[in-house]
């Protein structure tokens, strides 16, 4: 069992940034990858990022794509999240998740764990 601690979410005006970090409890040598997702009022949840763990491979939604940058430090079992020129539309809760990997896994799921998520508010 994989226990995941988002952090780092916050208030923040648009254009600014955030680093929000998730930190996993056990050692990662069984995952495949680690994710990030987020989900709006009203709005289902949505991918926005993730990483090959032990690798470089990274995907991102076009939302995201030139503004986000997903990374690890494997030493401290920890995934990463810089938002940078953060919008108003980027306001969600945000959600890490780990994926132990199986056959036909790819970096967009399915995942397998998943924390408790960080708010992340950007005002206009």
């Known amino acids: 069992q994989v226990q995941l601690v988002e952090s780092g979410g916050g208030l923040v005006q648009a254009g600014g940034s955030l680093r929000l970090s998730c930190a996993a409890s056990?050692?990662?040598?069984?995952?495949?990858?680690m994710g990030w997702f987020r989900q709006a009022p009203g709005k289902e949840r949505e991918f926005v990022a993730a990483?090959?763990?032990?690798?470089?491979?990274?995907i991102y939604s076009d939302s995201v794509k030139g503004r986000f940058t997903i990374s690890t430090d494997n030493d401290k079992n920890t995934v990463y999240l810089q938002m940078n020129s953060l919008k108003p539309e980027d306001t969600a809760v945000y959600y890490c998740?780990?994926?132990?990997?199986?056959?036909?896994?790819?970096?967009?799921?399915?995942?397998?764990?998943w924390g408790q998520g960080t708010q992340v508010t950007v005002s206009s």
């Open positions: 056990e050692r990662t040598f069984n995952i495949y990858a």
């Open positions: 990483i090959r763990w032990g690798g470089s491979a990274t």
């Open positions: 998740a780990a994926s132990v990997g199986r056959f036909g896994s790819s970096l967009y799921g399915p995942y397998d764990y």
